[in-house]
């Protein structure tokens, strides 16, 4: 175990899924820098359990994946990154954020791809992609129904999590995943059960409504 600057954030960060991060806290400045002189230039992802991104004291969960960045821009008073979801870890133990956070880690193997996943990879993105169509129709979606996927697929199986429509405890459990098979089954089950959980609340709130209209 090696100790690794970590960036806790709001968000869940899936392999092979983007990240767009304005930096502007001195400490994660810092970090940056560090992580500048690295190769490859990188840093932990995970995702805050409770507290908020700036100034500290936020509880982190254990399960993250690595930053790898890919693009910088420079910005008035903040520095913009582009960055890809390489791999996962999970968290041994945390060290003190000084001058950043920092966390021995434990990497988590590589998901193995066996061609008889075929039918499942495929089945799960006409439903993820019929779950983000129909959810477009009841909220605004951060990924649309067309976005493509990559051709490996391993990381097209991470995509399918990163752009279904899930809350965040979701998204972690996802990333714990141990084989292809089980994280496409569960994206699938989720993504169903996450547009039953918002279509049946918004219909109950449109019941409300209309009982409320009536004289």
Same mark, same amino acid.
């Given at each position: +175990?090696?100790?690794? *600057? +970590?960036? *806790?954030?709001?968000?869940?960060?899936?392999?092979? +899924?983007?990240?767009?991060?304005?930096?502007?806290?001195?400490?994660?400045?810092? $970090?940056?820098?560090?992580?500048?002189?690295?190769?490859?230039?990188? @840093?932990?992802?995970?995702?805050?359990?409770?507290? $908020?991104?700036?100034?500290?004291?936020?509880?982190? @969960?254990?399960?993250? !994946? @690595?930053?790898?960045? !890919?693009?910088? +821009?420079?910005?008035?008073?903040?520095?913009?990154?582009?960055?890809?979801?390489?791999?996962?870890?999970?968290?041994?133990?945390?060290?003190? #954020?000084? *001058?950043?956070?920092?966390?021995?880690?434990?990497?988590?193997?590589?998901?193995?791809? %066996?061609?008889?996943?075929?039918?499942?990879?495929?089945?799960?993105?006409?439903?993820?992609?019929?779950?983000?169509?129909?959810?477009?129709?009841?909220?605004?979606?951060?990924?649309?129904? #067309?976005?493509?996927?990559?051709?490996? *697929?391993?990381?097209?199986?991470?995509?399918?999590? =990163?752009?279904?429509?899930?809350?965040?405890? #979701?998204?972690?459990?996802?990333?714990?995943?141990?084989?292809?098979?089980?994280?496409?089954? %569960?994206?699938?089950?989720?993504?169903?059960?996450?547009?039953?959980?918002? !279509?049946?609340?918004?219909?109950?709130? #449109?019941? =409300?409504? %209309?009982?409320l209209g009536e004289p």
């Amino acid at each position: +175990m090696t100790a690794r *600057p +970590m960036f *806790p954030l709001g968000t869940v960060l899936f392999p092979s +899924m983007p990240a767009v991060l304005r930096v502007f806290e001195e400490r994660y400045l810092a $970090m940056l820098a560090s992580v500048l002189q690295e190769e490859p230039a990188e @840093f932990g992802v995970v995702l805050i359990e409770r507290g $908020m991104e700036v100034g500290g004291g936020d509880h982190r @969960f254990r399960v993250g !994946t @690595f930053a790898r960045i !890919t693009q910088l +821009m420079q910005g008035e008073g903040f520095v913009g990154l582009v960055a890809e979801g390489a791999q996962r870890f999970e968290v041994e133990r945390w060290l003190p #954020d000084d *001058p950043y956070p920092r966390a021995e880690v434990r990497l988590l193997p590589d998901l193995e791809w %066996d061609e008889s996943f075929r039918p499942l990879l495929e089945e799960t993105e006409r439903v993820v992609r019929r779950v983000l169509a129909q959810a477009s129709e009841f909220a605004e979606q951060r990924w649309s129904a #067309d976005v493509e996927l990559v051709d490996d *697929p391993v990381a097209a199986a991470w995509q399918l999590a =990163g752009i279904a429509p899930l809350g965040e405890l #979701d998204q972690v459990a996802l990333l714990r995943a141990s084989t292809v098979e089980g994280l496409l089954t %569960d994206v699938q089950r989720l993504a169903t059960a996450a547009l039953e959980t918002l !279509t049946s609340s918004l219909l109950g709130d #449109d019941d =409300g409504l %209309d009982q409320l209209g009536e004289p």
